[in-house]
């Protein structure tokens, strides 16, 4: 059925950068949202970064003027650009997918980021 895969994640030196890509397959409907969360060891889930079908993006206070968010509608393909990646920033970052006209979300497996100081 929906499918969804994020690659790009990886081991950085702080002040790095590493570009995520989230690619949903087996869609028979628009994607109206997506968006990047993340999770570090005992921590919670939290929101990175959301972008609508047109464009409209939400970023957490703490990524502001570091990450960029964008997306491909005709591949169904979105992007997290990291610069100045730190090590806070060490976290499975996932990516979300939400249908509006099923009114569900997708998630995908997860990719690894590591920054090392």
């Known amino acids: 059925q929906v499918q969804v895969v994020e690659s790009g994640g990886g081991l950085v030196q702080a002040g790095g950068s590493l570009r995520l890509s989230c690619a949903a397959s087996g869609v028979r409907f628009s994607i109206n949202a997506m968006g990047w969360y993340r999770q570090a060891p005992g921590k919670q889930r939290e929101l990175v970064a959301t972008?609508?079908?047109?464009?409209?993006?939400n970023y957490a206070d703490c990524v502001k003027g570091r990450f960029t968010i964008s997306r491909d509608n005709a591949k169904n393909t979105m992007y997290l650009q990291m610069n100045s990646l730190k090590p806070e920033d060490t976290a499975v970052y996932y990516c979300?997918?939400?249908?509006?006209?099923?009114?569900?979300?997708?998630w995908g497996q997860g990719t690894q980021v590591t920054v090392s100081s």
């Open positions: 972008i609508t079908r047109r464009g409209s993006t």
């Open positions: 979300n997918v939400h249908i509006d006209v099923l009114t569900r979300d997708y």
